[in-house]
């Protein structure tokens, strides 16, 4: 069951270039537990989506199964949805990225989702360039069903109950670099004014651009002995840059010192500005992102921020050479091009 929000709103409410007030891109009210980390995920992708004036018809939000795959229902309520199976998302997106890439494709997944049952389909996505925005809400544990732990929960860590985890952690953005994603991050949902610009930037990106959001499940996950509670996040905390969005129509007005703004300037012409905090980190460098995150989880620290951005990658179709037009708008004519077309098909294959 969803509750709609009442439709009355103050006139005086800000309205962004399409005319839309940040109600536009909201969806049904919340019906997660009060506090929950994933309700400042959908927050911050409202505020994102409002901010970057996307015309919400031109979205389309997809998930799985679990309160991360839920919370689609909150936010977008005005733009395309499908929740699919338990960690079946990626397939689901790929097919229909591939039938219009006309939309912008916004997967929304738990850790439990993404990195235990749908962990061949996270990679498998990632490593096709499938155009999307892929954020992970990550609380370490299996949240819609009570709280068991997830194939992120760090070794050592302990559940609710104390039962202590042996198992070693799978780190999906040491994954999501090696399986080839051209932008990935990490946020935490009790940071939007990190997490706001990430969504954006990757909402512009060209490519599979994967942002694993840690966000405490303050029902089964957010004690003491916990490594993905509020707390211990902001406690081990290690931004290796603070971004900034400039989207493309926007004039670059503010002066920077040369040497604290690394500028990434995407597709579309938008520019992230990073405000580095490890000196020396090179946010384009694949191999050195690994490094660092190893290291820096070695220290005992979580690493947050633009972890790596490759603006100039190609994405699926342009691996396929695929059609521009999605293929409902596909005219009889193109569908079936003739027998000379067909001949000369057939003679590029036989030589
Ligand atoms: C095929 C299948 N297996 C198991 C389940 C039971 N199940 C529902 S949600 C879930 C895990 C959800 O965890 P996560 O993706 O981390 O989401 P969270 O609730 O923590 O946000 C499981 C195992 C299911 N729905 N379908
Ligand atoms: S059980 Fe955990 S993940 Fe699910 S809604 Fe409650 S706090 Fe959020
Ligand atoms: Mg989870």
Redesign the pocket.
């Known amino acids: 069951m969803s509750y709609r929000k009442p439709a009355f709103r103050h006139p005086g409410l800000p309205h962004n270039a399409l005319g839309y007030t940040r109600h536009d891109y909201e969806g049904a009210v919340s019906t997660?537990?009060a506090g929950?980390g994933?309700d400042s995920i959908s927050a911050a992708i409202v505020q994102s989506c409002f901010e970057l004036d996307l015309p919400p018809h031109r979205l389309a939000k997809l998930s799985g199964i679990g309160?991360s795959s839920k919370t689609p229902t909150y936010f977008l309520g005005n733009s395309h949805g499908f929740n699919s199976v338990h960690g079946r998302m990626p397939s689901v997106l790929t097919g229909a990225n591939l039938a219009n890439r006309e939309l912008i494709y916004l997967g929304v997944s738990g850790d439990g989702d993404s990195a235990s049952i749908g962990l061949g389909q996270f990679a498998h996505s990632i490593r096709r360039g499938v155009n999307m925005v892929y954020i992970v809400e990550n609380?370490g544990v299996y949240?819609?069903t009570k709280g068991q732990f997830s194939a992120t929960a760090d070794a050592g860590s302990a559940s609710k109950k104390g039962t202590v985890n042996k198992d070693e952690p799978i780190d999906l953005i040491g994954l999501a670099l090696q399986m080839g994603a051209s932008f990935v991050a990490r946020g935490f949902s009790g940071d939007k004014d990190q997490l706001v610009p990430l969504i954006k930037a990757a909402l512009r990106h060209h490519g599979p651009a994967v942002i694993d959001c840690l966000s405490p499940?303050?029902?089964?996950n957010n004690h003491a002995g916990s490594t993905k509670s509020f707390d211990f996040i902001r406690d081990h905390n290690e931004a290796v840059n603070r971004p900034d969005f400039v989207p493309h129509k926007d004039e670059i007005v503010a002066s920077v010192p040369p040497g604290e703004v690394r500028e990434v300037v995407l597709h579309d012409g938008s520019v992230v500005r990073l405000r580095a905090q490890a000196e020396g980190y090179d946010v384009t460098d694949r191999d050195a992102a690994q490094a660092w995150l190893n290291q820096r989880r070695s220290a005992g620290e979580i690493v947050t921020g633009l972890i790596f951005a490759d603006p100039s990658a190609e994405d699926l179709h342009d691996h396929l050479g695929t059609v521009p037009k999605p293929l409902n708008r596909l005219t009889d004519a193109e569908l079936c091009p003739g027998s000379a077309a067909l001949a000369g098909l057939n003679a590029g294959l036989r030589a």
């Open positions: 997660l537990c929950c994933h309160c609380n949240g819609l499940c303050v029902t089964f």
